[in-house]
């Protein structure tokens, strides 16, 4: 694993953090807040079971109670056979429990999704953006099989931890081969819950953030994501994905519809692929009104409360997080917006742990995929919220685009690009520290 010599100056203050100690190093932390567990303001739900992904907002009009369970019936519903155009048969399927899909090396889970793509934005001409790995009883696009090379690394303290990266391997293309320019990347589908606080931040409080030339030279740069809205045809901010390539939960489901369940929505705009092209050669399959159900319970789904936050271990870990620079990216507060239809998600000051901008992450997770103004060392900076109920909820905790951490501690330790001095900072923390920093994780 490659590693950049730190300078003098680095090297003396991380020395400073293992003589003095987390404490007396970052003391300049602000006093415990009242609100600090209501990650979603006041629609925030305290659960910390199996469901805690899949409830209603806490100050959700009673009104709407049974409109959401309905909705939530859309949500499970399985549609027939698609034959090799699908990769699941239920939105539930890849979004088990509305928690994020399996590590890709979980056997017998939902499936995972490989992206396909290259320096400029666009799919493979044959095979569109993504690359099914399921027939449904007629012959499968693909066969594709990922395989794992283990890294082994140690902090300067001495203690190992040992990553992983994968490699993915397609053969048996049932419709010829890629195109020679078309590269791979395993994406693990996203946790659901929360999207509609996000969907709710107004596009001035997600531009107030960016820095795309660094001006303030922290070495941080982050930038919105600009992208055709195919409903409107205007160009707008992204926030949704991991290259943040959906403006909104409708275009988000839109998209997922089609390329995940091969499932056609009304108004879908002509492809440029041929299996694309083929599932369009079809009537619209789901009319706009299931769209909306759709729509409405992701908008619906709320975020539950952080737990142990006020124990001294987690507070130490939480100026940890701040002062190392993680937060520079993993933004803790944002103010919801206006909303006149949906006043329980109005002026809500949550803490998802995101700038939603795209930030480069250096070579090791670039994947060489471009969407929208995203370049393939580009990642939208995904939400901490429920990190630490993961395991819970759905089983495992793989981590980062392809699920390649197993830990947040493997997250942490694969990031790059703007994140290398962050990054850094964790490795030369003392092992208490930094078993603090992640106990903070796991309290989200």
Known sequence: MNRRRLSRPFRRAAAAVVVLGAAAVFSAVPSTQSRDEYLGGDTTVFDEGPTAFGRALANLDPLRWNEFRADKERFLRQWPERGPWADAVSCAECHYHDGRGPRADQVGGPVNLVRLGGPSPGGDPVYGNQLRRTGYGVLAPAHIRVEWEEVRDRYPDGDNYKLRQ????????????????????????????????????????????????????????????????????????????????????????????????????????????????????????????????????????????????????????????????????????????????????ERQAIQPYTDLLLHDLGPQ????????????????????????????????????????????????????????????????????????????LDTL
Request: charged share 25%.
């Open 166 to 345: 994968p490699t993915i391997h397609v053969s048996e293309l049932a419709y010829g081969p890629l195109d020679p320019h078309t590269r791979q990347s395993l994406r693990v589908p996203p946790a659901v819950f929360g999207l509609g606080l996000l969907e709710a931040v107004s596009e001035q409080e997600i531009r107030r953030f960016a820095d795309p030339d660094d001006a303030d030279g922290d070495g941080v740069s982050g930038a919105v994501q600009e992208i055709r809205d195919a409903a409107t045809g205007r160009s707008v901010l992204g926030r949704f994905g991991w290259k943040a390539s959906q403006p909104s939960l409708a275009a988000q489901s839109a998209a997922a519809l089609m390329a995940d369940l091969g499932v056609i929505p009304p108004g879908t705009s002509s492809a440029t692929d041929r299996v694309r092209t083929k599932i369009q050669e079809r009537e619209p399959e789901i009319d706009q009104g299931e769209v909306t159900a759709l729509v409405r319970y992701l908008r619906a789904l709320a975020v539950p409360a952080r737990r142990r936050w006020a124990e001294p271990a987690v507070r130490e870990g939480e100026a940890l997080f701040e002062s190392i620079g993680c937060a520079a990216c993993h933004r803790r507060q944002m103010i919801t917006g206006e909303l006149p239809d949906w006043p329980e998600l």
């Open 365 to 440: 997770l670039a994947d060489a995929v471009s969407e929208g103004l995203a370049s393939g060392h580009e990642w939208r900076t995904p939400p901490l919220w429920g990190l630490g109920l993961l395991s819970t909820v759905s089983g495992q905790s793989g981590l980062l685009h392809d699920g390649r951490a197993r830990s947040p501690e493997e997250a942490i330790l694969w990031h790059g690009g703007e994140a290398e001095r962050a990054r850094e900072w964790f490795r030369h923390l003392p092992r208490k520290a930094r078993a603090a920093l992640l106990e903070f």
